[in-house]
């Protein structure tokens, strides 16, 4: 199995600061013949399932805000929140797609 | 509108079954793999199962190979997760998601539609 690692496990910031959130695959999700990183983030707020916010790495689903933004290739990939609003508020997961289905286990992201 | 609805969840006790049920609308249902995903109480997600378009291609977690069977009935735009020999351990919210790759193969894929997840608690 892919391992996925992300950290931190909680941060807290204030509103319009930039967070990120590191990702940390076990081993390499870039297919390399179609450079494509099988790496998806979700948001997941509590009594909420998982919402869809970014795929193949940087790709934003649509709908979603600009202020969301991934980067990274290979085994790192970062998920950026550019100025944090109250409605970020809430827990965030990795997902490689490289093999079967793999999540991080999560970081808790809350307003100082 | 594309949409996934997850039911069948319950208290059952150890040793126990229960048949999850995903009904799915707005979309070719027979041409998305499908997926379960799930989250204990306070903990992250784990994928579950998965089933290719056309139903022939079934996948498991090792946590549950043995005990669990995903299937499918494209002509009911439904998908189902029966869960036999449950145990504490399978007490989790279980989600169904819908894969993103148009094909009757399965493709691990992001999951870009959830239904809002049924309740299973395993106690006696």
């Known amino acids: 199995d892919i391992v996925m690692t992300q950290s931190p496990d909680s941060l807290a910031m204030s509103l319009g600061e930039r967070a990120t959130i590191n990702c940390k695959s076990s081993?390499?999700?870039?297919?390399?013949?179609?450079?494509?990183?099988?790496l998806a983030w979700y948001q997941q707020k509590p009594g909420q399932p998982p919402k869809l916010l970014i795929y193949w790495s940087s790709t934003r689903e649509s709908g979603v805000p600009d202020r969301f933004s991934g980067s990274g290739s290979g085994t790192d990939f970062t998920l950026t929140i550019s100025s944090l609003q109250a409605e970020d508020v809430a827990v965030y997961y990795c997902q490689q797609y490289y093999d079967f289905p793999t999540f991080g286990q999560g970081t808790k992201v809350e307003i100082k | 509108e594309v949409q996934l609805v997850d039911s069948g969840g319950g208290l059952v006790q150890p040793g126990g079954s229960l048949r999850l049920t995903c009904t799915a609308s707005g979309f070719t249902f027979s041409s998305y793999a499908m997926n379960w995903v799930r989250q204990a109480p306070g903990k992250g997600l784990e994928w579950v199962s998965g089933i290719s378009g056309n139903g022939y291609g079934t996948y498991y977690a090792d946590s549950v190979k043995g005990r669990f069977t995903i299937s499918r009935d494209n002509s009911k735009n439904t998908m189902y997760l029966q869960m036999n020999s449950l145990r504490a351990e399978d007490t989790a919210a279980y989600y169904c998601?819908?894969?993103?790759?148009?094909?009757?193969?399965?493709?691990?894929?992001?999951?870009?539609?959830w239904g809002k997840g049924t309740t299973v608690t395993v106690s006696s």
């Open positions: 081993h390499s999700i870039l297919y390399t013949s179609k450079n494509k990183n099988y």
């Open positions: 998601a819908k894969g993103t790759v148009i094909s009757s193969s399965y493709y691990s894929s992001n999951m870009d539609v």
